[in-house]
């Protein structure tokens, strides 16, 4: 997308939609408020001409008028002022939170892929800087443009009232204002944009340093890590200072240009009194206006800055916005299938881009049946889990529920009846309960099952998440996550199993659930779970080969391929790869 003004405003023009009525009314109090602030030159300009021209005798009623006039002015001015704020700067904000709620949402259902290219930390860091934009576009508004707009046209028409000729040569002092305005605006904000996306760089480095301390201590990866945020910063400070040489090289040219143009316009002004051409009181007058105009330029020139320098981050927010969501689209498509008999992959490949990760996988699970899924690490069984989890999608009907295929069935209604355990559980700073209850992704229906404390407990029963709540203080109200307690390995992964079984699915996928426990406490989840999923439809990745010995099929991958499918005693029996892997595992 390019990322002109009328690009941007009218891409984000639906968030500035409910807050048109506050914009508009800000808008007209804020102008009344810049046409009462004119009124001053005026007015000294008028009791200047009065004080010359007064002779003892004469009436003051001129002044009585000028004085109230100009009082009562000034009161209304900040009157308008407060008002203009409070309706424009205050919608603003909440513009920004609508947006930064709007570019999360939009995250959440961007594919995995687009992730996977990104680091957290710069997301976040984009949405935010790109929301401050926005507000920053409301601020400006109505603290500046509006004041500069009512001065340029204002300050016109009344120079021009009295000498057309100054007013034409004021407007091509400010065009050549603008020139120079504008040429040093542009090399400062090209270096401010390698500023910030190498700014971004290093916050999400560090950010990943600080996520990931563990295995940076662990494995003493800090000093690499450490060096290339050296490197960056290094970087990072040549942009800096190049940055800032623009900015202060632009600013001395316009101050220079603007004080021989005031000079000049001055001497014109005092040549014409001397030459009975215009009054005493048009001296200051025409002063008056050249400072507020001046301070307009000044004005505009430093939000000039501000505004170019919102509309990158605001373009790089908008970029997020124009990905396109692919696989979370539910436009025309289906609700998941109730009466669907088995999980079919019909010669499935994938390339994540480049070389083939899976090739013509077939696979038939069906419903209610468990299979389990063994290789070695980098075969592809994490791949098949992404495509039957719809995390990421080959294009083709290659994977069908029933007789529906999988890309065509709404990703919000699948992920309702199906539960995956991944390899590593992610918890949020929230209670242990929340944690759980989180898991029910229908919001309506996850209201609703708060209320259900039996599905809850029996949750922590069967994933024997009851088995450390001892160790919390607050027991299944403990905060737990970054903020909270600490859970291990195990602990997280019974965590995730209670998820799946609060969910009550359909179909349930492993992946390496259960890895981070010892045996015997596998063999408790096990147990339970295998009474209770009894009637779910369940594709379990183990590398522990006793994991899946209860399975109903197992299947072995290598290389992207299916190579041995059966029951175990069938492909313990047949003496080939699952044999050997098992053997090895029985040393
Ligand atoms: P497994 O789960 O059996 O260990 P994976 O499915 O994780 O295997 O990986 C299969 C192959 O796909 C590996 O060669 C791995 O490097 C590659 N791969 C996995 N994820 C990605 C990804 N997001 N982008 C590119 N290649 C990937």
């Known amino acids: 997308m390019d990322h002109t003004y009328r690009n941007l405003f009218s891409h984000f023009g639906r968030f500035f939609r409910p807050y048109r009525g506050r914009l508009i009314a800000g808008t007209a109090v804020r102008i009344i408020a810049a046409l009462l602030w004119m009124y001053t030159t005026y007015a000294i300009a008028s009791l200047v001409t009065f004080v010359a021209k007064y002779h003892p005798g004469d009436s003051l009623m001129p002044v009585y008028h000028i004085f109230g006039f100009w009082l009562a002015a000034m009161l209304i001015r900040y009157t308008c002022i407060f008002y203009s704020k409070r309706f424009c700067i205050i919608a603003g904000e909440e513009l920004a939170l609508d947006v930064e709620e709007g570019a999360v949402n939009h995250l959440a259902l961007l594919d995995i892929a687009w992730h996977e290219r990104e680091n957290a930390g710069s997301k976040v860091k984009r949405i935010q800087r790109g929301a401050d934009g ?10 500046n443009i509006i004041d500069i707009a009512v001065n340029f046209i204002g300050t016109f028409i009344i120079i021009s009232h009295f000498d057309l000729m100054l007013a034409i040569l004021i407007v091509l002092y400010e065009i050549t204002y603008f020139i120079l305005t504008t040429y040093f605006k542009k090399r400062t904000v090209a270096v401010s ?5 190498k700014d971004e760089e ?3 480095l560090m950010y990943e340093v ?5 295995s940076v201590k662990v494995l003493g990866m800090s000093l690499p890590l450490i060096g290339r945020i050296k490197e960056l910063n290094a970087e990072l400070a040549c942009l800096i200072r190049e940055n800032q040489f623009w900015y202060h090289m632009g600013m001395y040219a316009r101050t220079s240009w603007e004080a021989v143009a005031r000079i000049a316009f001055l001497a014109f002004v005092v040549w014409g009194i001397l030459h009975g051409r215009y009054e005493l009181g048009f001296l200051i007058l025409f002063n008056g206006y050249f400072q507020n105009l001046t301070s307009s330029i000044n004005d505009l020139s430093s939000v000039a800055q501000d505004i170019a320098l919102a509309k990158t981050s605001v373009g790089r927010l908008a970029d997020i916005f124009s990905e396109p969501i692919v696989i979370d689209d539910e436009k025309g498509k289906a609700d998941f299938p109730k009466d669907w ?9 994938f390339s994540y881009g480049h070389g083939e990760v899976l090739s013509g996988i077939k696979l038939r699970v069906q419903k209610g049946e468990k299979v389990g899924i063994v290789g070695l690490s980098g075969a592809g069984k994490s791949t098949l889990f992404k495509l039957l989890l719809k995390e990421y999608e080959s294009g083709t009907d290659d994977i069908l529920i029933g007789d529906m295929p999988l890309r065509h069935i709404k990703k919000s209604e699948y992920v309702r009846h199906v539960a995956a355990v991944l390899q590593d559980t992610e918890v949020f700073n929230m209670t242990l309960r929340k944690n759980v209850e989180l898991a029910n992704s229908a919001v309506a229906d996850a209201e609703a099952a708060m209320g259900s404390d039996d599905a809850f407990q029996k949750a922590i029963d069967i994933s024997h998440v009851r088995d450390f709540l001892h160790k919390l203080p607050a027991g299944v109200e403990s905060l737990i996550g970054e903020k909270g307690v600490k859970l291990s390995g195990g602990e997280r992964q019974r965590l995730g199993i209670a998820r799946a079984v609060y969910k009550n ?24 779970l295998a009474h209770f999923f009894k009637d779910v439809t369940a594709v379990v990745i183990a590398h ?13 991958m290598e290389g992207g391929k299916i190579i041995e499918d059966g029951t175990f005693e069938s492909l313990h029996a047949s003496g080939g790869r699952f044999r050997e892997f098992w053997d090895k595992q029985r040393l």
């Open 193 to 197: 944009k390698e500023k910030n996306i």
């Open 134 to 143: 926005l507000s920053t576009y409301t601020r400006v508004w109505v603290v």
């Open 505 to 528: 699915p359909e179909i349930l996928f492993l992946d390496e659930a259960t890895s981070h426990l010892d045996v015997e406490s596998e063999q408790k989840i096990q147990d339970s």
């Open 202 to 204: 290093v916050t999400g």
């Open 341 to 349: 008999k088995s999980v079919e992959v019909r010669n499935l490949s």
């Open 544 to 556: 522990r080969l006793s994991t899946i010995k209860e399975m109903d099929r197992i299947v072995v």
């Open 210 to 214: 600080v996520n990931n301390v563990r």
